[in-house]
């Protein structure tokens, strides 16, 4: 029944995919079945993290894995398993992936621009990329991993170059082949990694590597090196972060939603899930990735404060975000562990949400540039109220989603584990406090700026642009010129009201997500503080 369930979590959104493709000519349906798909993943989700997510037993227990020889001569199998570190974060993305589907519905194929820009094709690519997710949350064979990584990559840059910036062609191209560039180098770098792990392991698969090896030596220090610098492209860690401010500014509202929710946890999880077990925490390489992540928090708070741009300020947001989960894995205790999945979760969620009223304030103003985005408590009060709150969320203000990671891997660095120094990660620690100190500015300033500042002459309108794509010129002026309409509408209640119910419920009771984290990360890597 479990290989049922493993196999099934990855199959059901590639199923789905194949008959929205199979009927994409007729774009309604083509998006209405992918929402079937999406919503029927996110309900088997459930039921496999209620099965499997809080069971006991190793990650690697044949009562709750799937393990078939894939291809025998080279030692490759396909392995599938789910304990809390990945239940949690499988479960956030199917919801994602359902809220971004369904965001499609509300425009039909008459709102496409023409040409390739068809929603039912961009359905049949998000449920495509929910596949490569939920199958490299589950992958516990490193180079089956490293495929499902790919499957992942390869249709967001379809997904940018095509429905992304409608008036800026080159630019939405250019950001779309910079985004499959760094993060592709960056999957490379990652498998030469876990060739060598497997050259001083023995084995590819990671639950009996965390168990059982222990890495010494130049060649693991390499291979753990190799693997670090994959992941760091895609989480993004600094300074390889340049793809990911122009993969958001000139990708459709929901391939920003998928990109900052989901695909940048693919990074994150393989820090936690892939790059802990290979590395020993006495090399001098674990202090400087959590010093680079710590210069990520500043300097993505710094870049945040002179962004004119709504999309590129929630870009480089999370760029400081995504910093705290691997300062909190660079500490290699329970305590970080846990800050670096909760962290995870919570961007998802309100990063997430923020992208979404992005989008929906474009669709009303035909901008996302912040000189010209004011008082919106008095035109949209309710969208402008959801704003303040997914920002007051995102940093990190105490009882919402973002509070607890980023509190938890400050206070993991302040006691580190044994072997690592302890006055260079208190000094981090204090360094990224400072960072959430910068956030809130930013944020607090964003927030004055566009929710109460002087009116300007931008008008809402009736009508809904494409959700895959940003205005042209011509657009710009009718939406500005065009009637008011009405505020946040029934269809935005439901796709955006799950993920600000959820950053409420964890900012209250945490526990939900910190309890089944702990007990997964003691029986997959052991012996943490």
Request: aromatic share 10%.
């Amino acid at each position: 029944m479990n290989a049922v369930l493993l196999n099934g979590l990855v199959a059901l959104p590639a199923g789905f995919a194949l008959l929205a493709a199979l009927v994409s000519r007729r774009e309604r349906a083509a998006v209405g079945v992918a929402v079937v798909g999406a919503l029927a993943t996110f309900a088997w989700s459930v039921w496999l993290v209620l099965r499997l997510g809080s069971a006991g037993g190793a990650l690697g227990d044949p009562d709750r894995s799937v393990d078939v020889v894939w291809l025998e001569a080279l030692d490759l199998h396909w392995r599938l398993g789910l304990d809390g570190i990945s239940g949690a974060l499988v479960l956030m993305s199917t919801l994602v992936f359902a809220a971004a589907l369904f965001s499609l519905l509300r425009h039909g194929p008459d709102d496409a621009e023409g040409g390739p820009r068809r929603t039912g094709s961009l359905a049949v690519l998000l449920l495509v990329i929910e596949a490569g997710v939920l199958g490299s949350f589950l992958a516990l064979d490193m180079v089956l991993f490293f495929v499902f990584f790919e499957v992942a990559l390869i249709p967001m840059w379809f997904v940018i170059s095509t429905w992304g910036d409608a008036h800026d062609a080159a630019a939405r191209r250019r950001a779309a082949t910079r985004f499959l560039v760094f993060t592709v180098t960056g999957s490379a770098l990652m498998l030469v990694g876990f060739l060598l792990v497997r050259a001083e392991a023995g084995t590819f698969d990671i639950a009996r590597v965390a168990a059982s090896y222990t890495p010494s030596g130049p060649t693991a220090l390499a291979a753990s090196l190799l693997v670090a610098l994959g992941l760091a492209v895609k989480t993004p860690l600094w300074p390889l972060h340049i793809w990911l401010p122009d993969a958001h500014s000139k990708a459709p509202t929901v391939g920003s939603v998928v990109l900052a929710a989901v695909l940048l946890k693919l990074g994150t999880y393989g820090f936690v899930r892939f790059w802990m077990p290979v590395t020993s925490p006495d090399w001098l390489l674990v202090p400087v990735v959590a010093a680079l992540a710590v210069v990520g928090i500043v300097y993505g708070a710094l870049a945040c404060l002179a962004q004119a741009d709504l999309k590129r300020l929630i870009a480089y947001s999370s760029v400081g975000h995504m910093g705290f989960v691997v300062l909190g894995a660079a500490t290699f205790t329970l305590g970080g562990v846990q800050a670096a999945v909760f962290a995870s979760v919570a961007h998802g969620l309100i990063t997430g949400l923020l992208f979404f009223l992005a989008g929906a304030i474009k669709d009303r103003y035909g901008t996302t540039d912040l000189a010209e985005l004011r008082l919106l408590y008095g035109k949209v009060p309710r969208m402008g109220g959801l704003f303040a709150f997914a920002a007051m969320a995102s940093l990190g203000l105490p009882g919402l989603a973002g509070f607890w990671g980023e509190m938890l891997a400050i206070r993991a660095a302040v006691s580190p584990a044994a072997g690592l120094s302890e006055t260079t990660y208190r000094w981090l620690a204090f360094i990224a406090a400072l960072g959430v100190i910068l956030a809130s500015a930013y944020f607090l300033a964003v927030m004055r700026s566009m929710l109460q500042g002087p009116a300007v002459e931008a008008t809402p309108s009736v009508d809904h642009v494409d959700v895959g794509a940003a205005l042209p010129t011509d657009r710009v002026a009718a939406v500005r010129l065009g009637d008011r309409r009405p505020d946040v509408d029934a269809g935005e209640w439901v796709t955006w009201g799950p993920l600000a119910v959820l950053t409420v419920a964890l900012g209250v009771a945490p526990g939900l997500l910190l309890t089944p984290v702990a007990d997964a990360a003691r029986a997959f890597l052991g012996g943490l503080g």
